[in-house]
C-alpha cells in the first residue's frame, strides 16, 4: 500500500458553520459542554480546567483562539478531549461534533499560503470531499509547551 492510498479517520465537528477535523487517534473522548474552573492569568482562549478522574485539561474555545466570532454555549456544544504530544490532554470546545470520515493520506491537500497575515499553522491540510471542504487540524499545535507548562504551574 502506498502513503497516498494509506487510510486515516478524521473526527470532524462544526465551528461557526465551518468543518474541521482531528485525527481519531487523538480523541480521547467526548463530553458535553459542562461549566470550567477559571484558570487566572491565562490566555482569553483557555476557558479555564475541567478534573477528568484526576487529570487537570485545560479546555481551549477554538473561536477565540482562531480570532473568530464568540457565541453562547448551547446544549449541542461539546468539548473534544485530545491526547496530543508528551502524554498531554486537553480539551477543545466545538459547535457541534459531526461525523468520523475516512481519508487517503493522498486526498489531503496543503494548507494554502494565504500570506502573512492569515495564521495557518494550527492546519495540517485540507479534505475537499463531495459535499464540504474539512480543515484539518494538527492538535499537537493548538497549545503550544509553553502554554501548557504555564497551566500546569497553577
Known amino acids: 500500500m502506498t502513503a497516498d492510498s494509506q487510510i486515516e479517520q478524521f473526527l470532524t465537528f462544526e465551528l461557526a458553520g465551518d468543518s474541521y477535523g482531528v485525527e481519531i487517534l487523538k480523541v480521547q473522548e467526548i463530553r ?31 473561536r477565540d483562539r482562531f480570532g473568530m466570532e464568540s457565541t453562547e454555549y448551547s446544549p449541542i456544544t461539546v468539548v473534544i ?8 490532554v486537553m480539551g477543545i470546545v466545538a459547535d ?5 470520515l475516512e481519508i487517503k493520506l493522498g486526498e489531503i ?12 499553522r494550527y492546519m495540517r491540510g485540507m479534505y475537499v470531499g463531495n459535499t464540504k471542504m474539512v480543515m484539518l487540524l494538527n492538535v499537537n499545535k493548538l497549545l503550544d509547551p509553553d502554554e501548557f507548562e ?3 504551574k497553577l
Do not use: M
Not at 37 to 59: H, Y
Not at 96 to 100: C, E, G, K
Open 96 to 100: 457541534a461534533v459531526s461525523d468520523v
Open 32 to 62: 458535553g459542554w459542562e461549566p470550567v474552573r477559571n484558570i487566572p492569568n491565562t490566555p482569553d482562549f483557555i476557558k479555564g480546567a475541567l478534573n477528568l478522574r484526576g487529570s487537570i485539561v485545560p479546555i481551549i474555545d477554538l
Open 109 to 120: 491537500k496543503d494548507s494554502p499560503k494565504l500570506g502573512a497575515k492569515i495564521d495557518t
Open 150 to 152: 504555564e497551566v500546569a
Open 81 to 88: 478531549v485530545l491526547c496530543i504530544e508528551e502524554g498531554n
